[in-house]
């Protein structure tokens, strides 16, 4: 069942204030926004840090008509039926490794206990995607400022027809969506402001343990999520192991015939075979 607009714009509206409540005392200056269309809620952030903004903001988008995922791909929002949001924030903890992957610990455990984490950081469940992270930066001066994107399932998503020849017969086949309605319990019922409020404070919180402490914190809960430890893996570089779990800077550890090698390219695509 889809959401009508207006009613999906209220329910992402009603939440704002709660949230600006409970994430103002972390991050002096937040503030939340709610648009009922933008073209990417990374880009703009993007661009405002570039102009000179660098002040905490979420942005929260009913629907975004260039939305971006990684690896060049496109994201698709629909209206009422997906969680989009942004966090931009001014950041500069000593290593930047394996924030991404913090991030997708963050939401997969204010999400729900049985969402996993598909390296880097795909959230997961029972096989499916229900979400993903877009982590950017943008430097200016001696500050950095990080724009965290995310693009969640609310209600499942119907797969586009796939073409009779792959456009790219070396890429790896998507892997089917989910929406967080079919978690079912508890979850089946919360419209996207109330995921939006699950969370959104947890995810501030963790950045900031993240800024003092780095990625170290973080190594044994993505442990305890991680979709692919043990598996045999397919790398779209041609590459082929069993998955050992990821380095303390958040590399994948691929396990092959010639010893360990640790992945970090954000360039490759990696599906379990
Ligand atoms: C992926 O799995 O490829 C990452 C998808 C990230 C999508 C989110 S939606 C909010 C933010 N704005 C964007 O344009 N992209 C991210």
Redesign the pocket.
């Known amino acids: 069942m889809t959401n009508p607009p207006g009613a999906a714009l209220t329910a992402l509206t009603r939440q704002a204030e709660g949230l600006w409540q409970a994430v103002a005392p972390l991050l002096p200056g937040f503030s939340v926004e709610v648009l009922p269309s933008i073209d ?4 703009e952030l993007m661009r405002r840090a570039r102009a000179g903004d660098q002040a905490p903001t979420l942005l929260v988008a009913l629907e ?1 008509t260039a ?5 060049g ?1 496109g ?1 698709v ?1 629909r209206q009422g039926d997906s969680l ?3 966090l931009g924030l001014p950041l500069a903890p000593r290593d930047w490794s394996g924030l991404s992957l913090a991030v997708g610990v963050s939401l997969a455990e204010h999400l729900h206990q049985q969402v996993r984490l598909k390296w880097p950081n ?1 959230l997961w469940w029972q096989e499916r995607k229900l979400g ?3 982590v950017e930066t943008a430097s200016v001066g001696e500050r950095r400022y990080a724009v965290i ?3 969640l399932n609310v209600a499942t998503p119907e797969l586009p027809p796939a073409p009779a020849v792959p456009d790219d017969a070396s890429a790896l086949a998507p892997v089917p969506p989910v929406g967080l309605r079919e978690l079912g319990g508890v979850a089946a019922a919360l419209d996207a402001g109330e995921w939006l409020a699950a969370v959104v404070p947890g995810l501030v919180r963790d950045l900031l343990v993240f800024e003092r402490e780095g990625f170290a914190p973080f190594a044994e809960r993505f442990a305890a999520r991680d979709a692919l430890a043990g598996r045999s893996l397919r790398l779209s570089d041609g590459r082929e192991g069993e998955a050992a779990g990821v380095g303390p800077d958040g590399a994948l550890l691929l396990r092959t015939a010639h010893g360990v090698e640790a992945v970090t390219s954000a360039e490759v695509s990696v599906r379990p075979c």
């Open positions: 990417s809620t990374n880009t975004q939305g971006r995922g990684r690896r791909k994201w929002s989009t949001f942004s795909d993903g992270i877009l994107g995310a693009g």
